[in-house]
């Protein structure tokens, strides 16, 4: 015969209530009660039914994305994948709640986090920015036991349950292998163009990026970095300045978003002009770039696998399951005009 849970709370001398908040990782447990219902779930052999508890409880799992909203391509993308990912959801007692922040705002994402944790959701998923005042918010919310996945962005140190998203030192290692190889033979200098670097991903980019330059193709120059906050006119202005103001540039990484500015300020460039240009995530914009070749390469994130992956982990979180490893690893696709698919 299969263990119960009442098998638990005399194995235990617990209450019934304490064994159901154990299991279902609810707050108001001591530490030490805990334990004892943990030892007599494992000697007992109990296997909790997750989904039939949940359905026999009518359980709806509130999870609360958090999504910078701007003028840029990937992350409208992202957004419409979280619409879809939504209405899909609703079918197995998810709940998704979208809200907006201005994009690379620190303290509106941390006042976000702080009103979102107030609702004592499932779990909450967000683009992380970097910031003080963001991870102290996280901070807040594990510590109120709500679960954290950052999503595209990560934060620094261990304040979120996981992360969705792609290696980004190893993005920026890819595109800095790419550009030395796509320019061999010439010599100049390399910009590069980030949204922010306030955000981690960016960051790690930037930095492995130069790394990889700087010891493997060191005739190159490399440029500070450009910052264009992911927005199309503004990238399109300052990308249009630099090839006003220097003549040597012969490659150039986009490491974040603003890609519709950046390729309408390359094609006013003569083709005998236009740098080595490798770019961030595959949208309607950077296609057509690489069919017209204004762009040589792109490096593409899955958004729908992201979104999904921050479902998986959140929902997991808030069972008290684990989360498998391999199945949430975000892959890096490299495309050229040739293997578009």
């Known amino acids: 015969m299969k263990p119960t849970v009442h098998d638990i709370a005399t194995r235990a001398g617990v209450s019934l209530a304490t064994v159901d908040r154990v299991l279902n990782r609810r707050p108001g447990v ?12 494992m000697e007992l052999g109990f296997v909790r039914d997750v989904a039939a508890a949940n359905l026999a409880k009518g359980r709806v799992y509130p999870l609360t994305f958090i999504i910078p909203f ?5 992350m409208r993308g992202l957004r ?23 994009a690379f705002d620190a303290p509106a994402l941390a006042q976000a986090l702080d009103q979102a944790a107030a609702e004592n959701p499932a779990g909450i998923a967000f683009v ?12 807040r919310a594990v510590t109120a036991g709500i679960p954290l996945v950052t999503l595209v962005s ?12 792609i290696d980004n030192a190893a993005a920026g290692r890819t595109a800095a292998s790419l550009i030395g190889r796509f320019l061999s033979g010439r010599r100049g200098t390399v910009a590069v163009l980030a949204g922010s670097m306030l955000v981690r991903d960016h960051r790690e980019r930037c930095d492995a990026f130069a790394k990889v330059m700087t010891d493997d193709f060191p005739g190159f120059g490399l440029l500070p970095v450009l910052e264009g906050r992911d927005d199309p006119a503004t990238v399109e202005a300052i990308v249009g300045d630099l090839f006003a103001q220097r003549d040597d540039i012969v490659g150039l990484y986009s490491l974040g978003a603003g890609n519709r500015g950046l390729v309408r300020a390359l094609a006013k460039l003569a083709p005998a002009d236009r740098p080595v240009v490798i770019a961030h995530e595959l949208t309607e914009t950077t296609r057509e770039a690489l069919h017209s070749g204004l762009i040589d390469a ?14 998986r982990v959140l929902k997991a979180k808030a069972d008290g399951l684990p989360v498998v490893t391999a199945q949430e690893r975000i892959r890096i696709d490299i495309f050229l005009k040739d293997n578009l698919p």
């Open 128 to 139: 992380a920015v970097d910031a003080p005042e963001v991870a102290m918010a996280a901070q």
């Open 154 to 165: 990560d934060l620094s140190g261990t304040l979120r349950d996981h992360y969705a998203g």
């Open 70 to 74: 701007n003028d840029n391509s990937f």
């Open 298 to 311: 792109v490096l593409n994130q899955d958004a729908g696998h992201e979104v999904r992956s921050a479902i």
């Open 30 to 41: 001591s530490a030490s009660t805990r334990g004892k219902v943990d030892q007599a779930v």
């Open 80 to 102: 419409a994948t979280l619409e879809e990912a939504r209405d899909r959801a609703a079918v197995e007692r998810i709940a998704i709640r979208l809200i907006d922040v201005p």
